[in-house]
């Protein structure tokens, strides 16, 4: 029996139904002045669809990002990738990079608010825009509360000032506050728009291809790789003082774990403990000697250099970029 719905099940808009052939549904829906169309497994949602309706609004907020134009490309499935082009959206979600815990939501709305001002210091009128529905779910939120919540935050850390103080509506404006300029510059510059990426792995002759396999990819999709050993170190710093401040001042982090080095294993941690998106990469033929901690993470595994430059640049334009 061929599923009948009214509302999207993957991102929980309402649903125009396209067409419906055998197992496969077509169907359109508009958010934000945009139309989506979509062709729907119904087989594999069935089996699978509970997974996929807690992380509607993520989907959601990917697509109208730009970042799951896969979903409109062909034919969704949730199970593995095969070999004509059918995707596998768990896994895209997975890999996908989104803000997911509070702070980071707090950040990246705070974030979103700040290019609204074209100048320090410029009042920001809260127009009928800013609270349409299109815009808080780009921004990742479940709902309206959701967003009110976090922006009411930010007015209670002193990082935005409304006027007038009570909420009013379209009639409302607000600022930046010298504490939130402050805070962004603090937040994001050192890392969060930064075109650098930390770079962890063995230092060796036997790992040369691999560091420029690595350097290349970071090259051609616009970062600078952060190498510890090819930094000029002040007298006053420690190599570990340096470790520690190209990671916090990098967007993101690629740890490679061929020949298993402790230091990756702790700058890679560090990355992560910060909210970093780390990228792990490992030569097939040692990834056998992973510790247990990492090896149910999904790495890039490669056999060549050319091969591992090829997957490394795939992964930072679909996961960073």
Same mark, same amino acid.
């Given at each position: 029996?061929?599923?009948?719905?009214?509302?999207?099940?993957?991102?929980?808009?309402?649903?125009?139904?396209?067409?419906?052939?055998?197992?496969?549904?077509?169907?359109?829906?508009?958010?934000?002045?945009?139309?989506?169309?979509?062709?729907?497994?119904?087989?594999?949602?069935?089996?699978?669809?509970?997974?996929?309706?807690?992380?509607?609004?993520?989907?959601?907020?990917?697509?109208?990002?730009?970042?799951?134009?896969?979903?409109?490309?062909?034919?969704?499935?949730?199970?593995?990738?095969?070999?004509?082009?059918? $995707? %596998?959206? &768990?896994? +895209?979600?997975?890999?996908? @990079?989104?803000?997911?815990?509070?702070?980071?939501?707090?950040?990246?709305? !705070?974030?979103?608010?700040?290019?609204?001002?074209?100048?320090?210091?410029?009042?920001?009128?809260?127009?009928?825009?800013?609270?349409?529905?299109?815009?808080?779910?780009?921004?990742?939120?479940?709902?309206?509360?959701?967003?009110?919540?976090? $922006? %009411?935050? &930010?007015? +209670?850390?002193?990082?935005? @000032?409304?006027?007038?103080?009570?909420?009013?509506?379209?009639?409302?404006? !607000?600022?930046?506050?010298?504490?939130?300029?402050?805070?962004?510059?603090?937040?994001?510059?050192?890392?969060?728009?930064?075109?650098?990426?930390?770079?962890?792995?063995?230092?060796?002759?036997?790992?040369?291809?691999?560091?420029?396999?690595?350097?290349?990819? &970071?090259? +051609?999709?616009?970062?600078?790789?952060?190498?510890?050993?090819?930094?000029?170190?002040?007298?006053?710093?420690?190599?570990?003082?340096?470790?520690?401040?190209?990671?916090?001042?990098?967007?993101?982090?690629?740890?490679?774990?061929?020949?298993?080095?402790?230091?990756?294993?702790?700058?890679?941690?560090?990355?992560?403990?910060?909210?970093?998106?780390?990228?792990?990469?490992?030569?097939?033929?040692?990834?056998?000697?992973?510790?247990?901690?990492?090896?149910?993470?999904?790495?890039?595994?490669?056999?060549?250099?050319?091969?591992?430059?090829?997957?490394?640049?795939?992964?930072?334009?679909?996961?960073?970029?």
């Amino acid at each position: 029996m061929t599923m009948v719905f009214d509302k999207c099940p993957l991102t929980g808009e309402p649903a125009e139904i396209i067409s419906k052939d055998n197992s496969i549904i077509r169907y359109r829906i508009s958010v934000a002045d945009k139309n989506f169309n979509i062709e729907l497994c119904e087989k594999c949602l069935n089996h699978r669809s509970a997974l996929v309706n807690n992380q509607n609004h993520i989907v959601l907020g990917l697509l109208l990002n730009n970042k799951l134009p896969e979903l409109t490309g062909g034919l969704v499935h949730i199970g593995p990738d095969d070999a004509i082009g059918n $995707f %596998d959206l &768990l896994e +895209k979600l997975k890999q996908a @990079t989104y803000p997911k815990y509070p702070k980071e939501k707090l950040d990246y709305l !705070f974030a979103e608010l700040y290019k609204l001002q074209k100048y320090d210091g410029q009042t920001i009128e809260i127009d009928p825009e800013i609270l349409q529905p299109s815009n808080w779910k780009k921004w990742y939120f479940k709902s309206d509360k959701e967003f009110f919540l976090y $922006f %009411d935050t &930010l007015v +209670k850390k002193n990082l935005l @000032t409304v006027f007038p103080p009570e909420w009013s509506g379209d009639s409302s404006k !607000f600022e930046l506050t010298f504490e939130g300029l402050t805070y962004y510059i603090q937040t994001f510059e050192e890392g969060f728009n930064s075109k650098t990426c930390f770079v962890a792995m063995a230092f060796q002759n036997e790992t040369r291809p691999i560091r420029d396999a690595i350097k290349k990819a &970071l090259k +051609k999709t616009g970062f600078e790789a952060v190498i510890v050993d090819e930094q000029n170190i002040e007298s006053d710093r420690t190599i570990n003082d340096e470790i520690l401040a190209g990671i916090k001042k990098s967007k993101f982090c690629v740890a490679d774990f061929t020949y298993q080095k402790r230091g990756v294993y702790f700058e890679s941690g560090f990355g992560l403990g910060l909210g970093k998106p780390v990228i792990y990469c490992c030569e097939r033929k040692d990834f056998e000697n992973a510790h247990f901690d990492i090896k149910p993470l999904q790495h890039i595994i490669y056999d060549t250099p050319e091969e591992l430059e090829k997957k490394l640049t795939s992964k930072i334009e679909a996961w960073i970029l």
